[in-house]
């Protein structure tokens, strides 16, 4: 079964394109390059740019040019029938100049574009988010297989030298039995830290698009301190201008009071506007009359339109509570993320130093299981200690190692966590971190 996992493993390792990355920029330029969702908030950008535009077009003159020719055959069977051919050419000019509506109109396409543009921004920042999430996802699962196999040594070491001592009858059966019961339980969590590697592997080829081997471990003098004067107040009230998702909400709840304004503006304020032509008309007839003449006729006109909103029905008024009731969902769903937000703040400003007293505790935990390992080795050696104790000690001592490096990991991965939080996660983040792979 071992044989066949890894197989696999390898066998889609030369099956996709391999990148022996160099830094966790490299890694990240990858991720960037490939990333559909940043592409797909990347084009709604453009087009919400584009609309704006388009609705801004609304606010100004409306010049349109029409020709017409036709001929006109009257009477034809009598005899003061006559034909007519003509042609006419038409300037007109349609000028809102004053249409509140409108108006709002061109501010609710400005706040969807600049929503965009926070959505836009806020891809970016996932981008990073979950690139560092899948690097690290690697690098604890390769920490754990490290760890793993260097127990699956030294119980094959063990498990060595209890056969030879049973062989010259020094241990009995019961210790070779423990220590082969050892061995092959350690093969399978062997084969788990494969498998976990491999999904993790597998999880940064769909992030990059390009399989990623040999990729630098965190520095084992990465500082892991939290800075004392780290307040989770100031942290929330920072959130409330920087993390993204409250700007959306933000401009989600602008975005609801205007559509007040606008449901109001569009039945119950009067529009005015400026129309005009000028018209050039030629005609040619058959025969021509007192009432019939050939030649061209130049006509212009210019006029100022009111429109005056008076009774809809009700449904203006319907439209305005709807949009009041609307603007009040928007407003409470906002304090409701805000809620969550602040939660989630406390709980990483508190998770982060807990888990930088667990790294510093940790190490002593180290300390410690290796003394003891070295203690019952020798009490192993003189026969006051078994070979069961033995074992014990020595799978203390390799999880304390990698407890260790999983709690740096997850020191990484939550001050991570917590600059998405405040709106502070950037690529300079990346450029950081790179500094201490090694």
């Known amino acids: 079964m071992k044989k066949h996992i890894i197989a696999s493993f390898i066998a889609a390792t030369v099956a996709l394109p391999t990148v022996h990355a160099e830094s966790l920029s490299e890694v990240y330029n990858l991720a960037k390059a490939h990333d559909p969702s940043l592409r797909a908030a990347n084009a709604s950008y453009r087009a919400d740019k584009e609309q704006v535009e388009v609705t801004r077009g609304n606010l100004y003159p409306n010049i349109s040019f029409s020709g017409n020719l036709g001929y006109t055959d009257t009477n034809p069977d009598n005899a003061d029938s006559y034909s007519n051919t003509q042609n006419q050419l038409a300037l007109n000019l349609d000028y809102p100049i004053y249409s509140p509506a409108l108006d709002y109109g061109v501010d609710a396409v400005e706040i969807t574009f600049a929503s965009a543009g926070v959505e836009l921004e806020q891809a970016k920042e996932q981008l990073i988010f979950n690139t560092l999430n899948d690097y690290f996802a690697v690098l604890t699962a390769q920490a754990t297989l490290d760890t793993t196999r260097s127990q699956v040594k030294s119980y094959a070491g063990q498990l060595d030298r209890v056969k030879k001592q049973y062989e010259v009858g020094l241990v009995s059966v019961t210790d070779l039995q423990d220590a082969q019961a050892a061995y092959d339980s350690i093969l399978v969590t062997e084969l788990e830290a494969e498998s976990d590697l491999t999904i993790a592997l597998e999880s940064l080829y769909q992030r990059t698009g390009q399989s990623i081997e ?64 000028l018209a050039r008309t030629d005609n040619n007839y058959s025969t021509e009359t007192s009432s019939r003449q050939d030649g061209v006729t130049n006509t212009a006109s210019i006029g100022l339109g009111v429109a005056i909103p008076l009774y809809s029905g009700g449904a203006i008024s319907a439209s305005v509570r709807q949009a009041v009731a609307s603007a009040e969902s928007v407003f409470e769903s906002r304090a409701s993320s805000i809620q969550d937000i602040e939660l989630s703040i406390r709980s990483a400003v508190l998770q982060l130093k807990t888990l930088a007293a667990q790294v510093k505790a940790q190490q002593q935990v180290i300390r410690s299981s290796e003394s003891a390992l070295e203690a019952t080795q020798a009490g192993y050696d003189v026969g006051t200690r078994n070979i069961v104790e033995l074992l014990d000690a020595q799978s203390t001592y390799f999880d304390a190692k990698n407890t260790y490096e999983q709690l740096r990991y997850s020191f990484v991965l939550q001050q991570i966590t917590l600059d998405q939080l405040t709106g502070d996660l950037s690529e300079e983040d990346i450029a950081e971190l790179n500094q201490w792979l090694i």
């Open 214 to 277: 040999d990729i630098p471990r965190l520095s084992d003098s990465f500082p892991i301190e939290v800075d004392p004067n780290l307040n989770a107040d100031a942290l929330i009230k920072r959130a409330m201008t920087s993390n993204k998702s409250i700007q959306v909400l933000d401009l989600s709840v602008e975005s609801a009071q205007n559509n007040i304004d606008i449901q109001k503006a569009s039945g119950r304020v009067p529009t005015v506007s400026i129309t005009g032509s």
